[in-house]
């Protein structure tokens, strides 16, 4: 098991102005923060870290909503770091996400739910791969 994980605050949280209060979150619930950068996906960009989701009926609203304005993307470190964060961010679905989740708090539904955060070891080490080079992350 992996202690890193990756995760981007998602435009919704981003023009609401809640980057701070959820990477200060991340912090308060023992996550470290390796590396993080403000950017704006393009299509191609966003097609490709989405890829998975290609023949999904929701890919294209996905792609269109990743890239309606800047994103925080950033690489995390704690113990179990991947199942940690899926907890801590809840149910992708605000609406069905427990108390004191990022997602119930600052989610306002299934696709503007605030946060994205990697389902497996082997996703995060690609996602982080994928904005990150290795000297990038302290």
Not at 28 to 48: M, P
Not at 87 to 92: E, F, H, N, V, Y
Not at 125 to 130: D, L, Q
Request: hydrophobic residues 40%.
């Amino acid at each position: 098991m992996s202690n890193r994980t990756f995760t981007i605050v998602k435009p919704d949280s981003v023009e609401k102005g809640n980057f701070g209060k959820i990477i200060t979150r991340l912090e308060a619930e023992g996550f470290r923060v390796l590396g993080v950068k403000k950017v704006s996906l393009g299509d191609r960009q966003a097609q490709a870290f989405y890829a998975v989701h290609r023949e999904r009926p929701f890919f294209g609203d996905l792609v269109r909503y990743m890239t309606s304005g800047p994103v925080y993307v950033a690489a995390l470190e704690k113990s179990n770091a991947v199942p940690e964060l899926r907890k801590l961010m809840g149910a992708t679905d605000p609406a069905k996400a427990e108390a004191g989740t990022i997602r119930k708090e600052f989610g306002e539904s299934i696709e503007r739910n605030a946060i994205h955060g990697s389902d497996s070891d082997e996703n995060a080490k690609s996602e982080i791969a994928f904005f990150f080079a290795e000297y990038e992350l302290n």
